[in-house]
């Protein structure tokens, strides 16, 4: 009896000591088979009683031994995962591509002045990427986008402009519209430190009743002013079959432009879109009154802007994922 209760007490620091504690109480030699040997001495009316002790010993020192070795093995392995008190091992986190950097930038700023964000296929027929748009078959403009086709007749493309998302939009909402479409688009144009095979727009539409030119050109400084800070535009007269009339969009990097960026190349006019007020051959292409609605587009290409606020020399940076070029965006959000 007086054995039991050291066996419940027992404390054990290493599975040497567990293993010394079981060979002394179950082992071959150990106490619970003396007690055994010692039982045809007892006295028969005390052999119930005598025959109860030894049994309970003889459990109670195998489950102390389970135990304890069970806890000192579980404190071994979360030894061996390391010290637990230590500080953590800091995690390694990416970064934002420059691309999508940008990309949030002008969603930020269309946001706030009510624009949604919309987005379509990169692989279109005919009909969403240029003859809604006021380009049908044979338009000479269509040479001005070299497209990859996917399969001809019905034509398959991967599309030029994500004006093609602006189509979709319209034929699927009511205005007022606001949206702007941003997404990669792709033209067949060799590949050099300034051009790629594909690249990224944002293009944006506003259709209501009354917008007029001057809307569009308010809205243009107001996105060029948060985008560059301060800063001065031109629009040159140019021409887009969706668009009527339509200019193409400059902004002046220079000693005059308060901008919160140091530009790599000189000072100048450099042109950042195309724009202009939506045809109305397109608003009745996607079912919208052009008696009663009128609107403005404009894209612009994310990709140069990218490389301009960033001093980006080379163009095929932006797609060949070294990471030593792309953990220095880090703090760029
Ligand atoms: N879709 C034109 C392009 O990709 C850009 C543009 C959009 C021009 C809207 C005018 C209006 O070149």
Same mark, same amino acid.
């Given at each position: ?6 066996? =419940? ?25 003396? &007690? @055994? ?56 986190? /990416? ?14 700023? $269309?946001?706030?002045?009510?624009? *949604?964000?919309?987005? /379509? ?27 990859? $086709? ?36 792709? #033209? ?9 095979? $594909? ?23 107001? $996105? ?7 800063? =001065? ?6 021409? &887009? ?21 140091? @530009? ?12 202009? @007020? ?21 894209? @612009?290409?994310?990709? #140069? ?15 060949? *994922?070294?990471? #030593? ?9």
């Amino acid at each position: 009896k007086e054995h039991i209760e050291k066996v =419940k007490a027992f404390k054990a620091e290493t599975l040497e000591e567990v293993e010394a504690f079981r060979i002394k109480y179950s082992g071959k030699k150990g106490l619970v088979n003396d &007690f @055994m040997a010692d039982f045809r001495n007892v006295p028969n009316e005390m052999k119930k009683e005598y025959g109860q002790v030894i049994n309970k010993l003889k459990t109670e020192a195998l489950e102390k031994v389970n135990a304890l070795k069970e806890a000192l093995e579980r404190d071994e392995e979360a030894g061996a995962t390391g010290d637990l008190s230590r500080p953590g091992e800091p995690i390694e986190i /990416g970064a934002r591509h420059p691309i999508s950097i940008v990309k949030n930038q002008i969603i930020d700023i $269309f946001s706030r002045i009510g624009f *949604n964000v919309s987005e /379509g296929p990169e692989i279109e027929d005919d009909w969403h990427n240029f003859t809604a748009l006021n380009l049908p078959e044979y338009h000479p403009a269509r040479d001005m986008q070299d497209t990859f $086709f996917i399969q001809t007749n019905p034509d398959v493309l991967l599309r030029t402009h994500t004006s093609s998302v602006q189509v979709r939009y319209m034929e699927n909402n009511k205005p007022p519209i606001r949206t702007i479409s941003p997404g990669r688009v792709y #033209r067949n144009e060799a590949i050099s430190g300034r051009s790629h095979c $594909f690249f990224h727009q944002v293009e944006g539409l506003y259709i209501d009743k009354d917008v007029s030119f001057a809307d569009l050109k308010q809205t243009l400084q107001y $996105f060029t002013t948060e985008m560059f800070g301060k800063s =001065k535009i031109r629009l040159r007269p140019s021409y &887009f079959p969706f668009t009527e009339p339509s200019a193409e969009v400059d902004v002046y990097w220079g000693l005059e432009t308060e901008t919160d960026y140091k @530009m790599t190349k000189g000072t100048g006019w450099l042109e950042i879109m195309g724009c202009g @007020m939506v045809d109305p051959n397109v608003l009745e292409n996607c079912g919208i009154d052009s008696k009663e609605y009128s609107g403005f587009a404009f894209g @612009m290409g994310i990709d #140069r802007i990218a490389l301009l606020l960033h001093q980006i020399s080379d163009i095929r940076m932006l797609s060949e *994922n070294d990471v #030593r070029f792309l953990e220095q965006f880090k703090s760029a959000f």
